[in-house]
Nanobody
Framework: QVQLVESGGGSVQPGGSLRLSCAAS????????IGWFRQAPGKEREGVAG????????DIADSVKGRFTISQDNAKNTVYLQMNSLKPEDTAMYYC?????????????????????WGQGTQVTVSS
């Protein structure tokens, strides 16, 4: 089992920044891949970024590339999503997800199919 706790959401004006945190615990091989997804009302869930924790390999969706970055603090078992130059279209519920299994690579880091565990989500609202 893996537990995920997201934090850091909130309301910000366009052009502002937020940093989301995802604290992960549980069986280490089941959380070797950590991803961030978002879903706005009436829209499909979108993979935003992901990280293959043990090799520090990352992937960022084209829609946010150049504005969002993903990083990790291994000592805290925490993955961060730094979001800069936020736009109103970034408004969504943001979810942290974990996946992986012993002996296997992560696969696509922005694909929901890579992940088995999901957090409760944290709301991000970008509005003037």
């Amino acid at each position: 089992q893996v537990q995920l706790v997201e934090s850091g959401g909130g309301s910000v004006q366009p052009g502002g920044s937020l940093r989301l945190s995802c604290a992960a615990s549980g069986y280490i091989y089941s959380r070797k891949c950590i991803g961030w997804f978002r879903q706005a009302p009436g829209k499909e869930r979108e993979g935003v970024a992901g990280i293959y924790v043990s090799v520090d390999m990352t992937d960022i969706a084209d829609s946010v590339k150049g504005r969002f970055t993903i990083s990790q603090d291994n000592a805290k078992n925490t993955v961060y999503l730094q979001m800069n130059s936020l736009k109103p279209e970034d408004t969504a519920m943001y979810y942290c997800a974990a996946g992986g299994r012993l002996g296997a690579n992560c696969g696509s880091l922005t694909s929901p199919g890579t992940y088995n565990y999901w957090g409760q989500g944290t709301q991000v609202t970008v509005s003037s």
